[in-house]
């Protein structure tokens, strides 16, 4: 069974910066690619950012491209997400998502594991 935990939501000021992190556990957790979803009030669960099982490719969404990056540890088993040049808009609960098939989804249901997500709020 694959468990994931983020932290390092918080509160911020715009153009500060925050670092989220997941750290997850399973056996072939390591394996899988990772990806980071966020949701703001009344708004739906939307992709962020992507990273395959290697590190070696990343996606981003366009509202984010330039300001956040998306990295791993596989064997620490962590994901993190350093978000820069904060903006209000990029307020939501962020979640880390896990996807045990091959490929590298942005396709939120394609995921398979999810995690319980953290709260960013940006200050304007």
């Known amino acids: 069974q694959v468990q994931l935990v983020e932290t390092g939501g918080g509160l911020v000021q715009a153009g500060g910066s925050l670092r989220l992190s997941c750290a997850a556990s399973?056996?072939?957790?390591?394996?899988?690619?990772k990806a980071w979803f966020r949701q703001a009030p009344g708004k739906e669960r939307e992709f962020v950012a992507a990273?395959?099982?290697?590190?070696?490719?990343?996606y981003y969404a366009d509202s984010v491209k330039g300001r956040f990056t998306i990295s791993r540890e596989n064997g620490k088993r962590m994901v993190y997400l350093q978000m820069n040049s904060l903006k209000p808009e990029d307020t939501a609960v962020y979640y880390c998502?896990?996807?045990?098939?091959?490929?590298?989804?942005?396709?939120?249901?394609?995921?398979?594991?999810w995690g319980q997500g953290t709260q960013v709020t940006v200050s304007s």
């Open positions: 998502a896990a996807d045990r098939n091959s490929g590298l989804p942005v396709e939120l249901r394609e995921y398979d594991f």
């Open positions: 399973g056996r072939t957790v390591g394996a899988y690619a």
């Open positions: 990273i395959s099982w290697s590190g070696s490719t990343v």
